[in-house]
């Protein structure tokens, strides 16, 4: 922001601060990985063809430092991780229409 912490401190509230961390992180990002992203859908789309490929594949570094097996298992787990909250939301939900069933009673 080239603004030093003193003036960011009267100037800006800590929600418009967190609004403009959220756009430099999520809808403009700048720098290191995020330029390999972009050069790397650049070489996707010149190199055309296979729909099978995406954007990973034409990165030319691995910004994961973890094995394919160590992939796989953290798929795996994401993958319970979602199957349990998505179980939990279930149960809250049907519990939710059993405790209004039973206070229409």
Do not use: C
């Amino acid at each position: 922001m080239s603004k030093s912490v003193a003036w960011i401190d009267d100037n800006i509230t800590s929600k418009e601060l967190t609004e403009w961390q959220a756009f430099y992180e999520y809808v403009e990002p700048f720098g290191g990985k995020f330029f390999d992203i972009q050069f790397a859908t650049l070489r996707k789309q010149n190199y055309g063809g296979d729909e099978k490929l995406s954007v990973n594949d034409f990165m030319l570094f691995d910004y994961s430092l973890q094995t394919a097996e160590q992939k796989e298992q953290q798929r795996i787990q994401d993958a319970k991780q979602q199957a349990q909250a998505q179980a939990a939301a279930l149960k809250d939900f049907f519990k939710s229409k059993v405790n209004q069933q039973n206070n229409h009673n």
